[in-house]
């Protein structure tokens, strides 16, 4: 159990203690280069471990021949730099670039070890080696003096570490963990580090808050073994990835909600000093990302709807171009000018009768064309026969669109989102402000919108296309799945010109806490077993439960099918009502004709 990282090392420690190495200051010149020897091969080890670039060597009052910076340069063919308690403050920062230290120091006095602080970087996750180098052959070192070394170590914030000192017998490695306390560990098996940090049965503590779907907390006993019989637990695929990594080192914490919402600034984890949590869920950039993986990569985005269907009331708007009605306006005050004008006795009924029947294309009868004047004659024969190509061009277009849909065009930048007429809508008070910096298109601030979370979530949850809203691509990513179960899924990120950039986004990892080493290894380890797939699944049906989603959208039933007729319900009624006037008209016609008849036959 535990990180590759410490595995690999500890076995090489183990290697390292069963060798007998003795460094003991007086006896330097006799052993020394049986012991460099092993030194060297120490180094090598960890150097496949931590990339062996250069090496750096803190020595001060050692003078051997050849120096052990000679050997490592032959050996490994990298630069060794030499830092002793006479470097100056900027000469230091130009050889601070080594991952592998080696540290020969003669005592808590010894004035090399002031060097080791010399640094802008707190929390180096450098590896130190200190040799500890007794002026008295064969002295046993007391645990006082490990403790009292681990402790300057800890106040210059070097975690990375271990100590090589002369035990009863034989050469011991120490290395501390510190939780509350220092607490020494002898590195005796692969896996003491683990067992010490299990022995002292430490509570860590968790910080989460709300960023749903990703990560989110919620009252339950359900992770009570890692949460020592708590009542709250955590959920999304990265509250999954941090208790699967606290159930797999067998440790137990204590989960502190956060009360509020995550907002588009990620900031939360700049934290004081004197915060103890060693972990917090949410991902946040890549500045506070010392010791955590890169999680993903994610931005924030405008959801656009995928295809918006126009609204029936507006079909003739779109699909029939403007100059299309204003010529239909002036050729309909000719035509009926012409019937009105070329008709005796004129009727102004008629006239408007004849217009409505020639722009839907209804022919007269032969004998009725041959009593036409003249140019009604022109008109019903040429112009009808165009009248009738453009309004059957125009049932066909109106019938496909009817039929599967007539659509908006789609939000692909700034223009066609102002052209759509949409709103943006959020939740998150900090999305303004993102618009106002121009992190997102600064000319679309005005669109902008801020509602409570419940109505955002309302409106997400119900797919309502009538509305733009801003996304974390990360959250976007895990919430599809609401729509896994839609042939053509609703919405859909806009493009790259309705984005932000993308950012790095990772855990924060306390860096004082023991627990940032073992991290990334655990991490690695499961982006390869594919875990993450299956927690990103899990959190989201915890999600959809725990927010009462109990049923995944699907395809409507109409979409895509042939027209019903119950569709021309209200062609129907017209129909049937112009039956009715017509029917009533003539009851009246002849009810006034047999009126008139009586009224001659009295005269």
């Given at each position: 159990?535990?990180?590759?990282?410490?595995?690999?090392?500890?076995?090489?420690?183990?290697?390292?203690?069963?060798?007998?190495?003795?460094?003991?200051?007086?006896?330097?010149?006799?052993?020394?280069?049986?012991?460099?020897?092993?030194?060297?091969?120490?180094?090598?080890?960890?150097?496949?471990?931590?990339?062996?670039?250069?090496?750096?060597?803190?020595?001060?009052?050692?003078?051997?021949?050849?120096?052990?910076?000679?050997?490592?340069?032959?050996?490994?063919?990298?630069?060794?730099?030499?830092?002793?308690?006479?470097?100056?403050?900027?000469?230091?920062?130009?050889?601070?670039?080594?991952?592998?230290?080696?540290?020969?120091?003669?005592?808590?006095?010894?004035?090399?070890?002031?060097?080791?602080?010399?640094?802008?970087?707190?929390?180096?996750?450098?590896?130190?080696?200190?040799?500890y180098a007794s002026a008295i052959k064969n002295k046993c070192i007391e645990l006082d003096f490990i403790e009292e070394v681990f402790t300057l170590l800890w106040k210059m914030s070097i975690q990375n570490a271990i100590l090589l000192i002369?035990?009863?017998?034989?050469?011991?490695?120490?290395?501390?963990?510190?939780?509350?306390?220092?607490?020494?560990?002898?590195?005796?098996?692969?896996?003491?580090?683990?067992?010490?940090?299990?022995?002292?049965?430490?509570?860590?503590?968790?910080?989460?808050?709300?960023?749903?779907?990703?990560?989110?907390?919620?009252?339950?006993?359900?992770?009570?073994?890692?949460?020592?019989?708590?009542?709250?637990?955590?959920?999304?695929?990265?509250?999954?990835?941090?208790?699967?990594?606290?159930?797999?080192?067998?440790?137990?914490i204590d989960i502190v909600p956060i009360p509020g919402k995550q907002t588009s600034q990620y900031e939360l984890f700049q934290q004081p000093d004197n915060l103890r949590a060693e972990n917090g869920v949410n991902m946040v950039g890549s500045?506070?990302?010392?010791y955590s993986p890169m999680v993903t990569q994610s931005r924030m985005c405008l959801l656009v709807s995928n295809r918006r269907m126009i609204p029936f009331s507006r079909f003739l708007d779109r699909l029939v171009s403007p100059g299309v009605?204003?010529?239909?306006?002036?050729?309909?005050?000719?035509?009926?000018?012409?019937?009105?004008?070329?008709?005796?006795?004129?009727?102004?009924?008629?006239?408007?009768?004849?217009?409505?029947?020639?722009?839907?294309?209804?022919?007269?009868?032969?004998?009725?064309?041959?009593?036409?004047?003249?140019?009604?004659?022109?008109?019903?024969?040429?112009?009808?026969?165009?009248?009738?190509?453009?309004?059957?061009?125009?049932?066909?277009?109106?019938?496909?669109?009817?039929?599967?849909?007539?659509?908006?065009?789609?939000?692909?930048?700034?223009?066609?989102?102002?052209?759509?007429?949409?709103?943006?809508?959020?939740?998150?008070?900090?999305?303004?402000?993102?618009?106002?910096?121009?992190?997102?298109?600064?000319?679309?601030?005005?669109?902008?919108?801020?509602?409570?979370?419940?109505?955002?979530?309302?409106?997400?949850?119900?797919?309502?296309?009538?509305?733009?809203?801003?996304?974390?691509?990360?959250?976007?990513?895990?919430?599809?799945?609401?729509?896994?179960?839609?042939?053509?899924?609703?919405?859909?990120?806009?493009?790259?010109?309705?984005?932000?950039?993308?950012?790095?986004?990772?855990?924060?990892?306390?860096?004082?806490?023991?627990?940032?080493?073992?991290?990334?290894?655990?991490?690695?380890?499961?982006?390869?077993?594919?875990?993450?797939?299956?927690?990103?699944?899990?959190?989201?049906?915890?999600?959809?439960?725990?927010?009462?989603?109990?049923?995944?959208?699907?395809?409507?039933?109409?979409?895509?099918?042939?027209?019903?007729?119950?569709?021309?319900?209200?062609?129907?009624?017209?129909?049937?009502?112009?039956?009715?006037?017509?029917?009533?008209?003539?009851?009246?016609?002849?009810?006034?004709?047999?009126?008139?008849?009586?009224?001659?036959?009295?005269?």
């Open positions: 159990m535990g990180s590759r990282f410490f595995i690999r090392n500890l076995i090489l420690f183990g290697l390292l203690a069963s060798s007998n190495m003795q460094i003991p200051f007086g006896e330097l010149e006799k052993k020394f280069e049986l012991d460099v020897d092993f030194l060297l091969g120490v180094t090598e080890l960890v150097g496949h471990i931590q990339g062996l670039y250069s090496i750096t060597v803190y020595a001060d009052c050692i003078d051997i021949h050849p120096s052990i910076q000679q050997r490592i340069m032959d050996k490994f063919m990298v630069p060794v730099n030499t830092i002793g308690s006479n470097l100056s403050r900027p000469n230091y920062h130009k050889l601070d670039n080594s991952r592998i230290r080696i540290v020969l120091f003669t005592g808590l006095n010894d004035t090399i070890l002031v060097n080791l602080n010399k640094t802008d970087v707190p929390y180096s996750d450098n590896f130190y080696m200190l040799a002369r035990g009863e017998f034989m050469m011991e490695m120490w290395s501390y963990l510190y939780m509350g306390k220092i607490h020494k560990i002898k590195l005796t098996k692969p896996n003491s580090y683990l067992e010490s940090l299990r022995k002292y049965n430490y509570r860590f503590s968790l910080e989460v808050i709300n960023d749903p779907p990703a990560i989110f907390w919620y009252n339950s006993s359900e992770q009570a073994d890692v949460t020592g019989g708590g009542n709250l637990s955590v959920s999304g695929p990265l509250g999954l990835i941090i208790i699967n990594f606290l159930r797999h080192l067998n440790v137990t500045a506070l990302l010392k009605h204003k010529l239909t306006f002036v050729s309909s005050i000719g035509i009926f000018v012409i019937k009105y004008f070329s008709h005796r006795p004129r009727s102004f009924v008629d006239a408007i009768f004849c217009t409505i029947r020639f722009f839907f294309a209804i022919p007269l009868p032969s004998i009725i064309l041959n009593r036409l004047p003249v140019v009604d004659r022109f008109i019903e024969v040429f112009i009808i026969i165009f009248v009738q190509i453009l309004l059957s061009s125009n049932i066909s277009i109106t019938t496909s669109a009817l039929t599967t849909g007539f659509w908006e065009p789609p939000i692909i930048n700034v223009e066609t989102m102002r052209a759509s007429g949409l709103h943006i809508l959020t939740e998150d008070p900090t999305i303004l402000q993102a618009f106002k910096e121009n992190i997102l298109p600064s000319s679309l601030a005005d669109l902008v919108i801020l509602v409570d979370e419940d109505t955002y979530f309302h409106h997400v949850t119900t797919l309502n296309n009538s509305y733009v809203y801003v996304v974390q691509a990360h959250n976007w990513q895990i919430f599809r799945l609401y729509q896994q179960q839609m042939t053509n899924e609703p919405f859909e990120i806009a493009s790259e010109e309705l984005c932000s950039k993308w950012r790095i986004l990772g855990i924060p990892l306390n860096p004082k806490s023991p627990l940032r080493f073992m991290f990334k290894d655990y991490f690695y380890r499961i982006l390869e077993s594919g875990l993450r797939e299956q927690w990103v699944h899990s959190g989201f049906k915890k999600f959809c439960e725990f927010n009462n989603l109990k049923k995944l959208p699907v395809d409507s039933v109409d979409s895509w099918q042939p027209l019903s007729i119950e569709f021309y319900s209200n062609v129907i009624r017209a129909y049937i009502i112009g039956l009715v006037i017509a029917t009533l008209a003539f009851v009246a016609e002849l009810l006034h004709n047999g009126y008139r008849r009586k009224n001659v036959k009295k005269t």
